[in-house]
């Protein structure tokens, strides 16, 4: 068997296959972001072996562990943990949505270097000008920074010993030369940094250590487990859904929002704020369009009228165009297309109609056209979508689905009932670095139904899209 640890924002999830990739049992842990002032997304990464240990406790007694042959992670990007010559936190780790290092992260970008070796934006929400801030505000920590891991490679170090990466979220980092899968040492001296700083890298399918004796003993599983290099958490669940070869695509409707698509070749357009970065296999990249408030923008909506995103979206009936009410959904800033951390959310067109339920249509319409903002800026670049795989929470709403639908011009299918996320990639990750299998094992899933566009409401959308694009730009000037 073979298992996947999956660490989200919001709890740790873990998940055993047999070695036919059948699901055989899955546990959780909660997991709470701390946000202090405004901008800032903090955890405590103690907070991540907690949950780890209350995960794994949770699954060895729905199943026995000690066929496992194989362990896979996946995590969040981004995040800043920095470790002092003990090993020790120094700070709570800093999250792909913190975007306080606005400032350190514009001075790296009007660098030419940056975006030439790692093909990406310095977006804020990197590693890199995080752990510059922390140079230039906290420096006595920054004094003691022996080490630099992202989340999951964190979680590694506990498991295995091992402070090592992989190349899929290292490339999310701003430090990676991603064309060549390697650290950039011109970029981390221009960071103040050296190669000693960084955990080592392996490919995400490759063994990246063993798990530690006293783990599996503690949660019966044999000795000498492999665990894989394991990837990014979108890398991850492309990976879980088949996603790696041109042409694949996946919509990921998770706190943030993701449209990921798959390449054979490392082809970065940096200008578009389309993140470049490699894929969790060999040989392989991928692109991304990122809105960082997807599910968290409904959820904030839920909140603001004392309710839940799932009453809010049970009863909308069929789609309708677009109203009068415009929702920005940026909320915490945004990444693709706009690369700007300091713009915030609005609500537009409010009038004496503006309802509850109208409030609702416009936050899904409002995260929707940020979608098609993403599509727009993939497609600019050259990539090319033929399907289009729907994942995460909000795709229970199948009226979101279908505005999206709508709004892409494309149809999107949805998996037959499984868990074809992060854990599940990471497992099967897991699985390759114990048997030696390939990309051959990481299959689609089968659809288990597909959401059409609405061809007769396409134009209103279009419409509405072409509003909200001119929205963004006013709101720019005026504020």
Same mark, same amino acid.
């Given at each position: 068997?073979?298992?996947?640890?999956?660490?989200?924002?919001?709890?740790?999830?873990?998940?055993?296959?047999?070695?036919?990739?059948?699901?055989?049992?899955?546990?959780?842990?909660?997991?709470?972001?701390?946000?202090?002032?405004?901008?800032?997304?903090?955890?405590?990464?103690?907070?991540?072996?907690?949950?780890?240990?209350?995960?794994?406790?949770?699954?060895?007694?729905?199943?026995?562990?000690?066929?496992?042959?194989?362990?896979?992670?996946?995590?969040?990007?981004?995040?800043?943990?920095?470790?002092?010559?003990?090993?020790?936190?120094?700070?709570?780790?800093?999250?792909?949505?913190?975007?306080?290092?606005?400032?350190?992260?514009?001075?790296?970008?009007?660098?030419?270097?940056?975006?030439?070796?790692?093909?990406?934006?310095?977006?804020?929400?990197?590693?890199?000008?995080?752990?510059?801030?922390?140079?230039?505000?906290?420096?006595?920590?920054?004094?003691?920074?022996?080490?630099?891991? +992202?989340?999951?490679?964190?979680?590694?170090?506990?498991?295995?010993?091992?402070?090592?990466?992989?190349?899929?979220?290292?490339?999310?980092?701003?430090?990676?030369?991603?064309?060549?899968?390697?650290?950039?040492?011109?970029?981390?001296?221009?960071?103040?940094?050296?190669?000693?700083?960084?955990?080592?890298?392996?490919?995400?399918?490759?063994?990246?250590?063993?798990?530690?004796?006293?783990?599996?003993?503690?949660?019966?599983?044999?000795?000498?487990?492999?665990?894989?290099?394991?990837?990014?958490?979108?890398?991850?669940?492309?990976?879980?859904?088949?996603?790696?070869?041109?042409?694949?695509?996946?919509?990921?409707?998770?706190?943030?929002?993701?449209?990921?698509?798959?390449?054979?070749?490392?082809?970065?357009?940096?200008?578009?704020?389309?993140?470049?970065?490699?894929?969790?296999?060999?040989?392989?990249?991928?692109?991304?369009?990122?809105?960082?408030?997807?599910?968290?923008? +409904?959820?904030?909506?839920?909140?603001?009228?004392?309710?839940?995103?799932?009453?809010?979206?049970?009863?909308?009936?069929? +789609?309708?165009?677009?109203?009068?009410?415009?929702?920005?959904?940026?909320?915490?800033?945004?990444?693709?297309?706009?690369?700007?951390?300091?713009?915030?959310?609005?609500?537009?067109?409010?009038?004496?109609?503006?309802?509850?339920?109208?409030?609702?249509?416009?936050?899904?319409?409002?995260?929707?056209?940020?979608?098609?903002?993403?599509?727009?800026?993939?497609?600019?670049?050259?990539?090319?979508?033929?399907?289009?795989?729907?994942?995460?929470?909000?795709?229970?709403?199948?009226?979101?689905?279908?505005?999206?639908?709508?709004? +892409?011009?494309?149809?999107?299918?949805?998996?037959?009932?499984?868990?074809?996320?992060?854990?599940?990639?990471?497992?099967?990750?897991?699985?390759?670095?114990?048997?030696?299998?390939?990309?051959?094992?990481?299959?689609?899933?089968?659809?288990?139904?597909?959401?059409?566009?609405?061809?007769?409401?396409?134009?209103?959308?279009?419409?509405?899209?072409?509003?909200?694009?001119?929205?963004?730009?006013?709101?720019?000037?005026?504020?």
């Amino acid at each position: 068997m073979y298992l996947g640890l999956d660490l989200g924002t919001s709890g740790l999830k873990a998940l055993l296959i047999d070695a036919d990739q059948r699901l055989v049992a899955e546990a959780t842990a909660p997991l709470t972001v701390q946000r202090p002032h405004s901008g800032w997304s903090e955890q405590n990464p103690a907070d991540w072996l907690a949950a780890a240990e209350i995960a794994m406790t949770a699954l060895a007694a729905q199943h026995p562990l000690d066929a496992v042959r194989g362990v896979g992670l996946s995590g969040h990007m981004h995040g800043a943990t920095l470790l002092d010559a003990a090993g020790d936190v120094l700070r709570p780790c800093m999250l792909w949505n913190d975007t306080r290092s606005h400032a350190e992260a514009a001075v790296f970008d009007a660098n030419p270097q940056w975006r030439a070796i790692t093909g990406n934006i310095v977006f804020p929400g990197f590693t890199a000008p995080k752990v510059d801030w922390v140079r230039v505000n906290e420096p006595e920590i920054w004094k003691k920074t022996a080490k630099i891991l +992202l989340p999951k490679d964190y979680l590694r170090l506990w498991l295995t010993g091992e402070a090592v990466s992989e190349m899929s979220d290292a490339a999310g980092t701003s430090w990676l030369d991603t064309g060549a899968r390697d650290w950039s040492d011109v970029l981390l001296t221009a960071s103040g940094l050296t190669r000693d700083q960084m955990p080592g890298l392996v490919e995400g399918s490759a063994p990246s250590g063993k798990l530690r004796d006293t783990l599996a003993n503690r949660w019966g599983l044999p000795k000498g487990v492999v665990v894989a290099g394991g990837a990014g958490d979108n890398a991850a669940s492309a990976v879980g859904m088949g996603v790696v070869k041109p042409g694949q695509a996946f919509l990921s409707l998770g706190t943030s929002g993701v449209l990921f698509a798959a390449s054979a070749a490392y082809q970065p357009d940096a200008p578009t704020a389309v993140h470049t970065f490699c894929h969790a296999l060999p040989d392989t990249w991928h692109q991304m369009g990122v809105i960082l408030a997807c599910t968290d923008a +409904l959820n904030w909506y839920a909140g603001l009228v004392q309710s839940d995103a799932a009453s809010l979206t049970a009863d909308l009936g069929p +789609l309708q165009a677009p109203g009068e009410t415009l929702f920005l959904p940026y909320l915490g800033g945004e990444r693709t297309p706009h690369n700007d951390a300091a713009t915030r959310g609005a609500f537009l067109g409010l009038g004496h109609a503006t309802d509850r339920t109208a409030g609702t249509r416009a936050v899904l319409e409002g995260v929707s056209f940020a979608f098609r903002d993403s599509l727009d800026a993939l497609r600019s670049t050259g990539t090319q979508i033929d399907t289009l795989v729907a994942v995460g929470g909000g795709s229970k709403s199948d009226y979101w689905l279908q505005a999206l639908a709508t709004l +892409l011009d494309m149809p999107i299918d949805l998996p037959e009932a499984g868990d074809f996320g992060g854990a599940f990639g990471a497992a099967r990750l897991g699985l390759m670095a114990a048997t030696g299998a390939g990309t051959e094992i990481a299959t689609p899933p089968a659809t288990a139904r597909t959401i059409a566009p609405e061809i007769g409401l396409t134009s209103a959308f279009m419409d509405k899209h072409a509003q909200y694009r001119a929205a963004y730009r006013a709101l720019k000037e005026a504020l």
